[in-house]
């Protein structure tokens, strides 16, 4: 008659298994503090006034910020558009590759559009690649220029 011993975990092993997942679970919210801070940080360099509210969940508690001018500084200049891209599709697309995306913007008759991303993060991303494959059709995807000021002629 043989027992075997390794067919029943140990409690040594059962609660060092424990502690790794509890381990694991601290690196993930530490990871999303961390990016909280990051996104915040770039948000207050692009002069942004920003309120951080916090909500408690059965979760956990969860942090938010908000623009408080409610002006999108994450804006982005995607072109040429053909007829095969519509705004669900791009915004499908952004948002798969990059982040968040607000609103976009599509410009009759200059075959472009304008993306307002919702974090630095999405916006970053997706200025630093450029570019984006959106039904076979690559765009690119860039920086959009603050329109210049012109005052009304009398």
Do not use: W
């Not at 938010?64 to 409610?70: P, T």
Request: proline share 5%.
């Amino acid at each position: 008659m043989s027992t075997s011993t390794a067919e029943v975990p140990c409690f040594k092993c059962i609660s060092y298994r424990a502690q790794l997942e509890q381990k694991e679970a601290i690196i993930a919210k530490y990871q999303k503090i961390v990016q909280f801070q990051n996104d915040l940080i770039q948000d207050f360099s692009h002069g942004q006034k920003i309120t951080v509210t916090t909500s408690t969940t059965n979760s956990g508690t969860v942090l938010a910020a908000h623009d408080k001018s409610n002006r999108c500084y994450y804006r982005t200049y995607i072109g040429p558009l053909t007829d095969e891209v519509d705004k669900g599709s791009l915004k499908q697309c952004l948002e798969k590759s990059f982040g968040p995306v607000n609103n976009i913007d599509f410009i009759p008759g200059k075959s472009c559009a304008f993306a307002n991303f919702s974090s630095p993060t999405a916006y970053h991303n997706a200025v630093s690649e450029g570019a984006i494959m959106v039904n076979g059709i690559v765009l690119s995807v860039e920086q959009a220029k603050k329109p210049k000021y012109r005052p009304f002629k009398k």
